[in-house]
């Protein structure tokens, strides 16, 4: 099955394109699934505002969005609800809130420590091997908090690192994720919004080769994520291709699809 689960739309006020095109995207693509994973809002208490993800008032449209959408391509793609969370514990309960109003999935992409209100973006404080500590054992909380489906780019602690500083306090964070996804039996995540800015010239970080030749010793299941935030992204047969030769050639095993408790999916 081609099933993307990482989907992103204008409402985190970086991504661009209607919720509809990446739904014809993923249709014209040819893909089974598309799961919608927009950057979760957080009830923030202090009352900060951030500028990556919706604001809680947008919750209900994309919900709603999605759900219109799922039913009017019932049969041509089968459209999934989801977020892109990072794991706040003060904020726990938000998201099994969100699990309440239909949210069916949640992937762990940590972008902040606990909690952004009072963090600057993880990618700069990994630039420091006590970031980088600190990013792993957050990741490794989200993973065991049972909360999520799978680990957004794992790799994302070397967005502001050069190759040559993967380091051993980077091993040391690439094992305690991919201990932590393994005990869980979760897949993390090949990103290919990284990989397509390394081909056109814009290295972010990752996928860091390093980091993913390293976690050969855990042998992860893997997961690709088109990471869209753009409806172009999804259909970009040849990054999808280039993205799937990669892992295998690691050596991977490619989760294609996650099990979802419904019955409403095309198998
Ligand atoms: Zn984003
Ligand atoms: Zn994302």
């Known amino acids: 099955m081609k099933c993307n689960y990482h989907t992103h739309t204008t409402r985190c006020m970086h991504a661009e394109g209607s919720d509809e095109s990446y739904v014809r995207a993923a249709v014209a693509a040819g893909f089974d699934v598309l799961g919608f994973s927009d950057h979760v809002p957080f009830p923030f208490v202090s009352g900060y505002m951030s500028g990556i993800r919706m604001p809680m008032s947008d919750l209900n449209n994309y919900l709603a969005s999605v759900a219109a959408l799922r039913v009017k391509y019932a049969g041509v793609l089968t459209v999934r609800t989801g977020f892109e969370a990072e794991y706040f514990p003060r904020y726990r309960d938000h998201l099994l809130r969100l699990k309440e109003m239909g949210t069916e999935y949640f992937v762990l992409g940590q972008h902040y420590a606990d909690s952004e209100e009072e963090n600057p973006y993880v990618g700069l404080e990994c630039q420091t091997d006590d970031g980088v500590r600190r990013y792993a054992d957050a990741v490794a909380a989200g993973i065991r908090s049972g909360l999520f489906a799978y680990v957004a780019h794992p790799d994302l602690l070397m967005r502001h690192r050069s190759p040559d500083r993967f380091n051993r306090a980077c091993e040391e964070a690439a094992d305690t994720i991919c201990q932590a996804a ?19 010239g814009n290295d972010r970080g990752y996928p860091c080769r390093q980091f993913w030749q390293y976690v050969r010793r ?17 259909r970009d047969a040849a990054l999808w291709r280039e993205g799937h030769d990669r ?19 095309e198998e």
């Open 182 to 200: 393994d005990e869980a039996g979760m897949p993390i995540e090949y990103n290919l919004l990284g990989l397509s800015l390394q081909r056109s």
């Open 247 to 265: 892992v295998e050639a690691l050596g991977f095993e490619i989760v294609d699809h996650l099990p979802m408790d419904d019955k409403t999916e």
């Open 218 to 234: 855990w042998r992860p299941r893997v997961i690709i994520g088109v990471d869209a935030h753009s409806p172009l992204l999804l």
